[in-house]
Every structure is written in structure tokens, then in C-alpha cells.
């Protein structure tokens, strides 16, 4: 081999090894073989003694919205609810959640219902966190002040690729 064709050669495989790796980084292939269980208690707060002998009793927590997932980039299935603890604090919370695993996926409210969702989050659309597990369970803090009023959907994302997984349209529950 001449040292010009060796010298190709190893730049070839360089930008092949490179490539390689870029391609492993941005897709993880490996994960499409794994599954990742959460299975989170909804959170319950302890209310007041009513008398110094009496015991203290659980809040139930009021259940605001709530909707089914549908598929988009990924079967999707499961369902969202946001409540509303008894300090005040709200949440989204997952349950029986089934999704792909994926890279960079995250949980959002968006403004855009669940089929609009699928071209973009939309004007202000909410992060509430990385996607914790595609299986089970889970609660996502919303963030203190925000008025949820204005959303209509929540949604797994996918911010490397910009696709959404799946959403669900969040339906106010009659109280």
C-alpha cells in the first residue's frame, strides 16, 4: 500500500470512528431495547389535629385536570392529571405511563392542544423536568405561580430531535 493510500486510509477511519460516535450520542440506539419503571406515590399532606387527642388526618389531594395520551412520534399510552396538594403546590402527574425510552425526553404543559402539539410546543409551553422513567408512575412539580388555566395539553418531548412522543389533552374535572 503507498503511503499516500495509508495515509487516506487512517483519515477514513478517523472520520468514520468519529462519525460513529456522533451518531451513538444523538440516537442511542440502545435504548430502544431498555425500559426504565417509575412508580412514584402521589403525594399526600398531613392536615392539622382537629383536637390535641385526636389524630391528624390525610388531605386528598384535588385532581384539576386530566387526560388520555395518544401516540405521536412513539406509542404513547397512559394517562395525565394536574392536582392541586393540600399546601397549595400543584402537579402533573404520569400514571401507567408506556412510551419509548429515548434521548433527551422531557415533560411539558403546553398551550396547544394534543394533535397541534405534534408541529411544536408552542408560545409558552412549560418544562417541568426530564422524563424520569417511559414505564409507570410520576409526579412533576409545576412551577409555583404559573397559571394553569392557560394550558391545554401535556406532552413528552423529545428536545433533541423535536418531536413529540405522545401528549394528552388536560380536560378540566367539574368540582
Known sequence: MSRVSRRTAVFAALVAAVAAAVVLYLFQPWKAFTDTRVE?????????????AAPKQDIVPENLAEGTFVTHEHDTSG????????????LLRLEDLRTSDGPDVRVYLSTRDADEVRSGLGDGAVEL???????????YTVPAGTDLSGFRSAVLWC?????????????????
Request: aromatic share 4%; no cysteine.
Open 40 to 52: 412514584e406515590a402521589l403525594p399526600t399532606a398531613v392536615g392539622p389535629a382537629r383536637k390535641e
Open 79 to 90: 394517562t395525565a392529571r394536574t392536582i392541586r396538594l393540600a399546601d397549595g403546590a400543584r
Open 129 to 139: 423536568g426530564e422524563l424520569k422513567g417511559n414505564l409507570g408512575d410520576q409526579n
Open 159 to 175: 428536545k433533541r430531535f423535536s418531536v413529540s412522543f405522545g401528549a394528552a389533552d388536560l380536560t378540566p374535572v367539574a368540582g
